[in-house]
DNA sequence: GTAGGGTTAG
């Protein structure tokens, strides 16, 4: 008796503190007892359906829904709410649609989750409808639902639909308008936020991030800022949102010393834990090329997510500090931190430029495991991978297997062929993508002139060159100019090429005339040479790579005064030479060697197979050419130094150490040297190896005897 | 109802 009047009181009290009930077990109770005291109202049916979607108890929810024949508005309401909350946006939408056939009137509560889930599944249409349903009911200048409204405007920019999206506005009195024209254009996706912004007549933080956020990510830099100035002259005060939209401006300006400002505000207010202001930070820092500070703010990170060790991840190769990007990710892993398909993104570029197939291998194996394929940046990243690890045909098949290509994806595998010294075939690609209507971008060009320059194509450069400003509008920089006046010098066109460089529309860098100096030095022409070095210490006058090259050619000319004396200026300025040297991986692990030394644990059988290939090499023709040798010393001193090339060494280990048959992969920080160039054809014949070398500008495909280079380079 | 990191060049 008594126990069943103190039930029926605590269902009253419960049901006036809905709140109270924090566990599934108490929920489940208050259902039991509803059951048991009374046969279940709609009403109070529906306060236990909220109350289980309060706890996100969407089953439980459900199977209650189910069982009402006319759900009142309160169970719909929940119903979508937590369809929403579960991410499962689609059932949210077909029951908003449901509620409305069944004739029930939606109020203020359900938009702000109908139109998350629009937004969810960029859904702009029925999101636009929605909006013109939420100003016939009045509901126009609800505060939850003007933001959700704004965000909504903003993540669907650009998803087409944009004539409707101005007839909601055209529904709306015209005075609401404020006189403002309609104009003919169309409202972008920014502007439509921009419109609710302005007639919303009470603002939160929230709505103030919210517009701020999409212009930050519409590229308004500007007006986002603007906005930060005007939300503080009403007295709001910027939070953790406001800032994390704001410092990835910063970044994108490299303006660290406004970054730095938004740091100390943001340690004053106590949120630089942050995990969101932390990853933008550490990124801003980087962007400004200050990875010690983007280092010291991610130590300081009390919980780090996949974005906080990306954002470092990412840094470290912006910065060029591959190895340490490679450790860190690995130390993401290790910490249990689920990269996300972005971090592959950012960590296959430092495999690219380290030329580490086996780690860059690993990482596809992990991309396929994590089911991120089809995924088109982690795509272009892994062409881009395999091309610079030396495996141009895994590039091409991932390429091939793409269901769609955009500019950069068409630019890694154009650049791939070019690299591999595939010149016609890179050629066909960038052909077949204007054919596909893709755009070129600078970059596009960078790539395609390239491969006129690594096959000698001089009108199709010219024809490309002259394209981009004729056609596309883009204006030539620095990195066309040198890939022209590079592919002049390599052609024999020396003057022309000193010409245009002197003629470019951009001040010329030292870099730009290191490619012709070294084109002098191919073509022998130390007289040009001579006036180009000079061109290059006016603008450097400690560029050692020229110092170098000169030494060079003095040598072979037998000036040795001169060098001698270019010798003394490096000494003075404190040059040392850079010491050339050669990887090779062998059983996941790099073996590096240096020209000339000898310390390696293999070294004894490393010579033992040099001097035999040698033998073979000299009874079929080869004749050391030292030329290339700097050093003033006689014949077979030269000879000596050329066996020691770290090229050679690599080489020899690689053959030594697998099965007949493989494919031998070598990188090399400098250009290859041209005895070694046709030492290793010779050595690709004997062994019958495919011997691939990357050196700093290219590789070279060694195979029976000749190389893919067809010796142009 | 609001926020952060990414691919192609040299």
């Known amino acids: 008796m008594s126990s069943s009047s103190s039930s029926k009181a605590l269902i009253k009290t419960l049901i006036k503190n809905p709140t109270r009930i924090r566990s599934k077990h108490q929920a489940k109770q208050l259902h039991a007892q509803f059951l048991r005291t009374q046969s279940l109202s709609h009403t109070s049916a529906s306060v236990v359906i909220s109350i289980y979607t309060n706890l996100k108890l969407l089953h439980e929810a459900l199977l209650l829904f189910r069982t009402l024949e006319s759900p009142p508005v309160l169970a719909w309401k929940s119903v979508i709410r937590c369809f929403t909350d579960q991410s499962l946006f689609s059932h949210a939408l077909s029951s908003f649609v449901d509620m409305r056939a069944s004739g029930r009137c939606p109020d203020h509560n359900v938009f702000p989750s109908v139109l998350k889930s629009c937004t969810m599944m960029s859904d702009l249409r029925l999101g636009e409808s929605v909006h013109g349903y939420v100003v016939r009911l009045g509901l126009g ?29 055209d529904e709306m009195p015209q005075r609401i308008l404020d006189g403002e024209t309609m104009s003919n254009a169309l409202p972008s996706g920014i502007d439509s936020v921009r419109k609710v912004f302005e007639l919303m007549p009470r603002k939160d933080v929230v709505s103030w991030n919210t517009i701020i956020a999409g212009y930050a990510q519409s590229g308004m ?26 410092l990835p401006i910063f970044s994108e300006y490299v303006d660290v010393k406004r970054g730095k400002e938004i740091h ?19 990124d801003m820092y980087a962007k400004s090329a200050r990875i010690e500070d983007s280092e010291r703010v991610f130590s300081h990170l009390l919980r780090r997510d996949s974005i906080s060790y990306n954002s470092l991840v990412a840094g470290y190769v912006q910065n060029g500090r591959y190895n340490e990007a490679l450790k860190l990710f690995r130390q993401m892993v290790t910490a249990k931190v689920r990269p996300g398909p972005v971090a592959f993104s950012s960590v296959l570029p430092a495999c690219a430029h380290l030329s580490t197939l086996h780690l860059g291998k690993q990482l596809h194996g992990y991309v396929l495991r994590g089911g991120y394929s089809d995924n088109i940046f982690i795509d272009s990243a892994l062409v881009d991978m395999y091309s610079k690890c030396g495996s141009i045909k895994a590039a091409r098949k991932i390429f ?24 016609h075939e890179a050629v066909s690609l960038f052909e077949e993508m204007k054919l596909q209507g893709v755009k070129p971008n ?81 073509h022998k022409n130390l007289e040009l040479a001579e006036k180009v070095a000079e061109k290059i210490f006016a603008v450097d006058s400690e560029n050692m790579g020229a110092c170098v090259l000169m030494c060079n050619m003095y040598a072979s000319n037998g000036r040795w005064k001169e060098m001698a004396k270019l010798r003394l200026r490096m000494k003075k300025l404190g ?52 030329s290339g040798v700097l050093h003033d010393v006689d014949e077979e001193h030269k000879r000596e130094l050329l066996f020691g090339h770290s090229e050679r060494l690599a080489v020899a280990f690689g053959i030594i150490n697998t099965e007949p048959g493989t494919t031998i992969r070598v990188t090399k920080n400098i250009r290859i040297c041209r005895d070694c160039h046709v030492a290793i054809k010779f050595i690709s014949k004997i062994t019958e190896r495919e011997i691939i070398v990357r050196d700093n500008s290219r590789f070279h495909h060694f195979n029976h005897g000749s190389c893919s280079c067809g010796d142009y380079w």
């Open 141 to 169: 200048c609800d505060l939850y639902t003007c933001n959700a409204l704004m965000n909504m405007y903003a993540k669907l920019q650009g998803m087409g639909s944009k004539i409707s999206a101005g007839k909601v506005f």
């Open 221 to 246: 830099y500007e007006d986002a800022l603007r906005m930060v100035r005007e939300m503080a002259n009403e007295d709001i005060k910027p939070d953790a949102f406001t800032l994390s939209s704001v």
């Open 264 to 282: 100390g505000y943001v340690i004053r207010k106590g949120i630089d834990a942050d995990v969101y202001i932390g990853s933008s930070l550490v």
């Open 400 to 423: 091939d297997r793409m269901n769609v290509h955009d500019e950069v994806s068409w630019t890694a595998i154009i650049m791939g062929h070019a690299l591999h010294g595939h010149g």
């Open 442 to 522: 600078h970059v596009a060009f960078v790539a395609v002139l390239t491969a006129c320059s690594h096959v000698g194509l001089v009108d199709e450069a010219w024809g490309y060159f002259n394209s981009m400003t004729e056609v596309y509008g883009l204006n030539p920089e620095l990195e066309h100019y040198a890939a022209v006046a590079d592919l002049l010098g390599r052609a024999g066109k020396l003057e022309e090429a000193y010409d245009f460089i002197s003629n470019m529309r951009v001040e010329p860098t030292g870099s730009v005339w290191s490619t012709l100096l070294s084109s002098c030095s191919v």
């Open 575 to 626: 040059m040392r030479k850079k010491p050339a040297c050669s990887w090779i991986e062998f059983k996941d692990k790099t073996h590096g060697f240096v020209s000339g030394d000898r310390s390696h644990s293999s070294m004894e059988r490393i010579n033992e197979f040099l001097e035999a290939v040698m033998e073979q090499m000299e009874k079929e023709g080869y004749v050391a050419d030292t």
